[in-house]
């Protein structure tokens, strides 16, 4: 079964990675696939564990990992104790949303591997982690190489659909999307679907498909974090398309389906402050941060404390924000886009966050890395590489405020103000409160450029 556990649906200023869509599930040494709850890829900070995941299931968790260490340790060429500790940390690291879990699960794998060649669980597995931790070229290759072996492993067919969208071969991940959907169709696939319609900028199939996959999960029996993520993803998408009261509704139910679900808390944040509602999103955006300490959602923190006059506040999120960058390299791996938008938008770092946006886009070239690239660019005083950069961005035409807002910009450095009006005008009129920070910049400047 495929599970629709890891689609990472952010924007830039939702940042993955925001941005794309993944989905996978853990598998174990008998090489079947475990439904879990929903969540994201590699989130929070290294050795910080979420206060408000579930005690019991934490507690589970730690008590299996305890058992397949110990037989590692007594036999460190058992590799299917090695499979099962990686598959225990890979299900720790979703609760809590600490790197240093995915890691551990990585290193594990990797013992496997080492002890014994060709083992298919531990193969999947390690595919699943190397997206994890945002190595999506090494998850495509090695996902790849499983279907060629296998061409009925459907979660290694699904891990190259999911990684080659994070690299922005939109093509490809359509063709083996299409190839799930016929396979095996199901909840997990429909959302897949859900999110690319919405990248090619078609709205309403985005939210026919997306209420379809609720639908599914619901008939499939799907309860809890299962069926939260399904209420998530349509949250997700009414708020890009300027929906907020059916964001707010689909995020709270999420929210009390899967009351430590991150993803929905920090959807509902952005949802309370785009209706002007500030202290409720703040209060919202503790909650998350108390689960998973973000660098997007300390930033939004920040602003929505600067924004209301608590400017020592601000700058001590801010400050964990820049703690978080200095990092060993996986978190900076992880967290690279979230970083460099942090950098441009407080007008800080330029150069360095030029550098970071430039060598992500190298090895993976989607709509939100071109964006990045183009941002910062700008912010280097270089308008039209960054309108270069722009366009690749728009090239499926997908509706995002931000996207247009970015976009003019640019236009208002290449001396186009109509167009950069035209742009801007778009931006607020599709989502007023796209970003907190962002769009109040927004309406500001478009002041400032009227005729």
């Known amino acids: 079964m495929i599970s629709s556990q890891h689609l990472v649906l952010r924007r830039p200023r939702l940042l993955a990675v925001l941005g794309a869509a993944v989905v996978f599930v853990a598998v174990n040494a008998l090489g079947q696939t475990l ?26 968790l730690d008590e299996a990992i305890a ?27 979703r609760l809590t949303g600490s790197v240093d879990d995915y890691a551990r699960a990585q290193a594990a794998v990797t013992q496997a591997l080492a002890a014994a060649r060709d083992q298919v669980a531990a193969e999947t597995l390690d595919a699943l982690l190397k997206y994890t931790l945002h190595d999506f070229q090494g998850a495509a290759d090695e996902a790849t190489r ?26 490809h991940a359509s063709t083996v999307f ?19 319609a919405e990248l090619n900028g078609k709205d309403a199939q985005a939210d026919a498909l997306a209420a379809q996959a609720i639908g599914q999960a619901a008939g499939s029996g799907a309860s809890g974090s299962a069926g939260a993520y399904y209420d998530y993803l349509a949250g997700y998408l009414a708020f890009v398309e300027g929906h907020l009261a059916q964001a707010d509704g689909h995020f709270a139910a999420a929210i009390a389906a899967q009351p430590t679900s991150y993803l929905a808390i920090d959807g509902l ?42 400017q020592v506040l601000a700058n001590q999120q801010y400050a964990t924000v820049r703690a978080i960058a200095s990092l060993q390299a996986l978190q900076a791996q992880v967290y690279n886009r979230q970083l460099v938008l942090f950098d441009v938008n407080h007008g800080e770092n330029l150069q360095a966050a030029l550098t970071l946006a430039g060598n992500e886009l190298a090895v993976r070239k989607d709509i939100y890395g071109w964006d990045a690239d183009a941002w910062a660019l700008l912010a280097n005083g270089r308008a039209a590489d960054a309108q270069l950069a722009m366009n690749h961005a728009l090239a499926l035409g997908t509706h995002d405020a931000l996207l247009d ?47």
């Not at 499983?146 to 093509?171: F, I, K, M, N, W």
């Not at 503790?286 to 924004?307: C, N």
């Open 146 to 171: 499983l279907v060629a072996a296998d061409p009925t492993a459907r979660q290694a067919l699904a891990t190259v659909g999911d990684s080659e969208l994070e690299l922005g071969h939109y093509a």
């Open 35 to 60: 439904l879990q709850p929903p969540g994201q890829s590699a989130a929070g900070v290294a050795g910080v564990s979420s206060p408000s995941a579930s005690d019991d299931t934490l507690y589970r």
């Open 178 to 196: 299409a190839q799930l959907a016929t396979a095996q169709p199901g909840a997990a696939v429909t959302a897949r679907l859900a999110h690319l």
């Open 67 to 93: 058992v397949w260490t110990a037989n590692l340790k007594a036999d460190p060429q058992d590799f299917l104790s090695a499979t099962n500790l990686a598959d225990q940390y890979y299900s720790r690291g």
């Open 405 to 451: 807002y970015h976009a003019g910009m640019i236009s208002h450095a290449l001396g186009n103000d109509a167009l950069a009006r035209q742009e801007l005008t778009t931006a607020l009129a599709l989502n007023p409160g796209f970003d907190p920070f962002q769009a109040v910049q927004a309406r500001q400047f478009l002041a400032q450029i009227a005729p």
């Open 269 to 310: 944040a952005k949802t309370r402050a785009a209706e002007g509602r500030l202290e409720e999103a703040i209060g919202l955006y503790q909650e998350a941060i108390a689960i998973v300490p973000q660098p997007e959602y300390l930033a939004a923190l920040g602003d929505l404390y600067a924004l209301t006059g608590r």
